[in-house]
């Protein structure tokens, strides 16, 4: 069976491009996070639309399960192989077909890298840029509008999936669809006026398809870029300070972040709030309205910012932060765990404590923070504890405490963030049963013979 | 294994796969192949996983540790400070595990077994290594202030000799002093170590440092990076120590010397940094200076250059071994892609491997009509 499998999917792709080895097999079989391995028959690397298509049909006809991976670094597991099957590398579609500078949006292939479309319009169209997430740059981007990401433009823009304008999709069933604008008129300006059909793909854990182009929106990029770190100790005022911060809606991008390293940053919260102008003026009209809006706590000195030398803010504006790869390496042991979770931003105290808590009892080395998504409209509050990958007892640790962050999250009204497989499961007895009901009818349908991701959003 | 107990420390976050720029994929084994195993990350798990049983030593896995060009993008680029400077170390380690445990691809093997019978990976006698000078008048070492150092390419390869006379001709012209070796210098063992075959660089190196004390060498001029790397840096612990320079560091402030013709041709030329003398050594500006001050050379630059350079993927032994060849992604296909699409006529390089390999390259890519590679030395010598 496998060497046919291997076979065939040598004819498709060339036999470069498809192993079966124990190799292959072993690294696909696990991400950089703790859940257990699952290995694949083979792994495969289409270079086109039309080498997704063959790989899909002929999966169908063996009823061979199939799960779609970008860079692989979702943390979460989602791109292990839960029931065998064939891993479909898409980083070989690393194109960037095109750059709307008029309408401000980018189609690339479903494996382009962030880092890659960064790098494009830096040289191509410096006045326009991306929102990039936190990922390393090798990240891809359909990867991270699939699991809802969000990143340095989210005050502005929304979550990454709010940032996409179309989607070229291969079906479970091998049909090649199109959503949004270019599925009309062959541009990708947006998903509007016609029924979102881009929804069937984003939140499933590549559970309804295999995305092989999709639009994004570009926004401006500034001359002038700043950055403010404003601290408070009491995480009671959290909410309503991002509410005033927000409020002035210059922000571009508002990180929350509190750590016990370095020294000087344990104990407090920390809110880092990116934000850019064409002109110096502007900038400062910028942020003089950021400071004035919280002013109020300044003057009761229970709040203020914090003064950067202008290193220190060079390396706040880095985008993205190697620092975040960097904190893997906190216990010289190569690991960390990041549970997300998109929660009301009035939970902020909740969830602050909640994170302390389980570090506290599980006695890992911790990171807690957030990302705020739009004008204050939501956040997706993220818990990152640093394990050591030679030490199961330590990973151990850190999977006992990813587990219990779910659970604390979901009490407190959020909602786990590219959930794991038992994640996925936690969220589930928590949903709506019509909801799920609903999933169910839609796999279905798109995916008669389940060969999608088989294991996720199942019970 | 030495290095292992940094091994599990690697996140895979993949900053290693690409340029500070991000511009594209800069890991040539990597490049080539795509899967994540060909990467340095690939690597470092898969060599846990060697050490914890859990995968076996079979002719894949040493055909992705062999395949590592040893270009240093991953030391550059590593988000970890400290750990990222053993990650070469680890790979070169792996490899000579896998020396020891007799899983070796055949290439390696080959090209191992050739410079262990003959001193060099050509086959050729020691005794012959003076054929290159084809009738050029240079004089043997004996007071002159530099050894000029030729290593395997620019001694055996036919292109690489090529390179080498142009050197030697360049540096008589700007009247520098150096005399040769003929007959007793073996391969200066830099991609055998890279390789993991310590034991045989270690015999190469105490050869070759015999015969250099024993002329009392204090000063070596290199053709190849390579070379430079070798001699510079690990001679030393052997027992060879030299002031050591690649040609183009030595030249680059013998310039001013030298006088041109009055009707230079116009050219754009983009420089391609040589891992050897870039990352390894952080020497990116002798040969730029050198273009710099010849008439009528317009410098381009890459999107990747200096420490972000992609190497054309004869690194580590790939030169003679192959493992990287075929297909249309390999680095030096890629490499002339990029030098063309910068407006290059001329692709510039400093170093014999670098030139047979993007030679090959633009013909393999039908780029004949587009842009030249052609080493500093003869870019200069045209403009004479």
Known sequence: MTTDLINRLAKIVGPGFVSGEAEERYLYSMDPGTMPAAAPDAVVMPANTEEVQQVILLANELKVPIVPMGAGLVLSGLTRALRGGIIVDMKRMNHIIEVNPQSRYAVVEGGASQGMLKSYLKKHHPQLKHSMPDAPPIATMAGNVCIHGSGHLSVLGGSHSDMLTGMEVVLPSGEIIRTGSCSVSGEWFARSPLPDLSGLFVGWAGTTGIVTRLGIKLFPSYKHNDVLIFVAEDADLMPEIISRLTSTQVAEDMTPWMSPKPAWAKGFLHINIAYGAHTKKELIFKRNLLQASVREYIDQKIAGFLPLPPPQKGRFLEIPSPDLARFADLRKGGGF???????????????????????????????????????????????????????AEDVKRASDALEATNEAALKIGGIPWKAEEPAQKQIIDKMDPNTFALMDRIRSVLDPNQIMNPGNWEK | MEHEEILHRCFRCGYCKLPGNYVDINCPAYLAFRFETYSPGGRMWLLRAWLDEKISASERFAEIMFSCATCGNCVEHCAFPEFRDRLLLAFTAGKEALLDAGQVPAPVRDYLTKIQLHGNPYGKSVKKSGQWLDGLDVALFSDQEHLFFIDDVGTYDPRGQEIAR???????????????????????????????????????????????????????????????????????????????????????????????????PEAKIAYHDPCYLGRH??????????????????????????????????????????????????????????????????????????????????????????????????IVRQRF
Do not use: W
């Open chain 2, 166 to 264: 142009s050197v030697v001709t360049l540096l008589q012209k700007a009247g520098i002093s150096f005399g040769i070796i003929t007959d007793a210098m073996n391969s200066d063992g830099n991609d055998v170590k890279a390789m993991g075959e310590t034991a045989l660089f270690e015999d190469l190196a105490e050869k070759n440092i015999k015969v250099l004390n024993k002329l009392n060498v204090k000063k070596i001029i290199t053709l190849s990076p390579h070379s430079l790397n070798a001699l510079k840096n690990d001679y030393p612990a052997l027992g060879g120590q030299y002031q050591v320079f690649h040609y183009t560091q030595v030249l680059a402030f013998a310039m001013a010397g030298l006088t041109f013709s009055d009707k230079e």
């Open chain 2, 281 to 378: 050594n952080t020497d990116y500006e002798s040969a730029r200076m050198i273009l710099r001050s010849v008439p009528g050379v317009t410098l381009v630059e890459m999107d990747r250059n200096r420490n972000n350079a992609l190497c054309c993927g004869g690194g580590g032994g790939n030169f003679f071994t192959d493992i990287l060849s075929g297909g249309d992604e390999t680095s030096a296909r890629v490499r002339v892609r990029e030098a063309v699409d910068a407006g290059a006529e001329i692709l510039a390089v400093a170093c014999p491997m670098c030139a047979v390999m993007l030679e090959d390259a633009v013909k393999a890519e039908n780029l004949d009509d587009r842009i030249q590679v052609l080493e500093v030395s003869e």
């Open chain 1, 337 to 391: 765990e990041y549970v997300g979770a998109l929660m009301a931003i009035e939970h902020f105290p909740q969830a602050y404590r909640a994170g302390l808590a389980i570090a506290e009892k599980f006695n890992v080395s911790y990171s807690l923070g957030s990302r705020i998504i739009g004008a204050g409209h939501c956040m997706m509050f993220f818990f990152a504890y640093a394990f050591n990958r030679a030490d």
